[in-house]
């Protein structure tokens, strides 16, 4: 191994957990978000957004869009879309301490029960 595989092999854990904790932080933050805003103009902005940055970070990459590239990041979009949606919609029906009860019960339980059952 060369030392710069080894150096990612002793990073990767680091970014794991960065990652992860991101990810449990920008549930926090959009739960405050989405009380003052709706959910569909919470998601547009979000990407919007996002969209800017890339852009502004690596432009060049409009000139590779193809029409076969647009169609499959279109299909793709929409199933991604959809499961944020989704997502963002449950986190906006939930109170702070049901979504944690919810995710583990419905992971740890092989029973018929529902989250809102609970």
Known sequence: ??????????????????????????????????????????????????VLVMLAIRPQVIRLINKDLLLKGVAAGLFLGTGYIFQTLGLARTRRGDNRLCDRTLRSSNSAHRCDDL
Not at 26 to 35: Q, R
């Open 1 to 50: 191994m060369n030392a710069r595989h080894q150096l990612q092999l002793r990073l990767a854990p680091w970014a794991l957990l960065a990652v992860s904790a991101s990810w449990g932080l920008a549930f926090v933050v959009m739960k405050d978000a989405i009380v003052r805003q709706d959910v569909m103009s919470f998601l547009t902005t979000r990407f919007a957004l996002a």
